[in-house]
């Protein structure tokens, strides 16, 4: 079997069978990013434990199968990981699909986000694999401002359990159009 078509069928069983699917409470943050430009469309919540482990991240959405599919390959590279290494991988993934074919990927950090090599060779679907990981990158933005801002006594943020933040943008594209 070509590699081309294995990463094809770990990218279709993704899309069939998505792992952490479905919304679900605690989160620290909730975001909505949509793609303008296919309208793929993903709400994700991230829920940081304590020692800062990425404890769990849950979505739902919308959209062609390179989007779902890199969202469910998300969540499973970075459930149960520190939350310096899930950004290292989100960087590393985000470096990989944007390359246009230049950054083959690490398996070992990539997990099955590696099926995602072939992307980066059609600029129009970076977008589409870049959805998810860039609402988690931004979910953590949002719960590292709400915990500043709770530290420094600003009242306008709550912290509590299940409390979210929205965010609507656009995907960063890292230059692809």
């Given at each position: 079997m070509r590699m081309e078509q294995m990463y094809q069928e770990v990218i279709l069983d993704h899309y069939k069978?998505?792992?952490h699917r479905g919304l679900r409470e605690p989160?620290?943050?909730e975001v909505h990013h949509v793609n303008p430009t296919c309208g793929?469309?993903?709400t994700l919540r991230v829920h940081l434990a304590d020692d800062g482990t990425v404890a769990d991240v849950?979505?739902?959405?919308?959209g062609c199968s390179i989007s779902q599919a890199s969202t469910s390959v998300l969540t499973d590279q970075v459930i149960g990981e520190p939350l310096d290494r899930a950004l290292a991988t989100v960087d590393a993934f985000a470096e990989m699909v944007g390359s246009r074919g230049t950054v083959e990927g690490d398996e070992d950090v990539l997990g099955d986000g590696i099926a995602f090599a072939g992307v980066s060779k059609y600029p129009a679907r970076v977008k589409c694999a870049l959805l998810g990981w860039?609402?988690?990158k931004d979910a953590v933005v949002q719960i590292a401002d709400?915990?500043?801002s709770t530290a420094v006594g600003d009242s306008t943020h709550s912290t509590g359990v299940g409390d979210s933040t929205h965010s609507t943008a656009p995907v960063a594209s890292g230059g692809q159009n």
């Open positions: 069978h998505p792992h989160y620290g943050a793929d469309e993903v849950s979505y739902d959405g919308q860039m609402a988690f709400s915990i500043h």
